[in-house]
C-alpha cells in the first residue's frame, strides 16, 4: 500500500453573509392647519397609497398625533419624508414626514 499524505479537506459551502439593512419609519405627523384632504393627496402622490389606506393613514395621525406611513430602508424613508414634506411646504402647509429607525 503506497502512503499517501495528500490531505482532505471537507468541502464545504460558504454562505455569503449579507447583513440584514436596518429599516426605519416613515411618520405621518398631526398639525392644526393641513387640510385633510391635502395629507390623503400627498400619501396618494408620495407613498402611493389608495383613497382608502390614505384616509385611514391621515385619519389616524389625525386622532392619535402620528401615523406610520411605511418600513423601508434609510435611504427610500429618507427621501420620501423629504418629498412629502416639501410638496406641502410648497403649497404653503406645515406638514411634517419624520423618519427613526426600528427597535
Ligand atoms: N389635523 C388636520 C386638520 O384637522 C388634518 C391633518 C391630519 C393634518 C393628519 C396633518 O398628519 C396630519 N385639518
Known sequence: MSN????LTPKT????????????????????????EFVVLVL???FRMS???SQRVMMTA???GTCV????????AETKAKEGTEL?????????????PEE
Open 62 to 64: 389625525h386622532k392619535m
Open 69 to 76: 406611513v411605511v418600513i423601508c430602508t434609510r435611504d427610500i
Open 44 to 46: 396618494k402622490a408620495v
Open 88 to 100: 406641502a411646504k410648497e403649497a404653503g402647509f406645515p406638514l411634517l414626514f419624520q423618519t427613526e
Open 4 to 7: 499517501d499524505d495528500t490531505t
Open 13 to 36: 459551502a460558504t454562505k455569503p453573509k449579507l447583513e440584514r439593512p436596518k429599516l426605519y419609519k416613515v411618520l405621518l405627523v398631526n398639525d392644526d392647519y393641513t387640510p385633510r
Open 51 to 53: 383613497a382608502e389606506t
